[in-house]
């Protein structure tokens, strides 16, 4: 079993940065594929972004393209969202997801974490 603990989100001004962060509890952290989906107030889930095991390759939703920026670091066992330019849009609550692949992360994953609560204001 995967657990995934998000931490990271808050409050932000638009225009405004925020780092989000999901440490896994596994050793295997590196055998997986990883992402972020996020669920605003009253819509479906939506992907974010997705890394390889290796890092080497990332995907993005065209929503978030050229703002955000998805990145793990093996060692420590986590992965990383930085969202730079926010817009009251990006209010939602994001969870870090794991999968077989980067294919799998973005299509159906294997393990979702809490969620964490980020909100831009209007």
């Known amino acids: 079993q995967v657990q995934l603990v998000e931490s990271g989100g808050g409050l932000a001004q638009a225009g405004g940065s925020l780092r989000l962060s999901c440490e896994a509890n596994?050793?295997?952290?590196?055998?997986?594929?990883m992402g972020w989906f996020r669920q605003a107030p009253g819509k479906e889930r939506e992907f974010v972004a997705a890394?390889?095991?290796?890092?080497?390759?990332?995907s993005y939703a065209d929503s978030v393209k050229g703002r955000f920026t998805i990145s793990r670091d093996n060692a420590k066992n986590t992965v990383y969202l930085q969202m730079n330019s926010l817009k009251p849009e990006d209010t939602a609550v994001y969870y870090c997801v794991v999968g077989g692949s980067i294919v799998a992360v973005t299509n159906h994953p294997d393990y979702w974490g809490q969620g964490t609560q980020v909100t831009v204001p209007s």
């Open positions: 890394i390889t095991k290796s890092g080497a390759t990332t």
């Open positions: 596994r050793r295997t952290f590196g055998s997986y594929g």
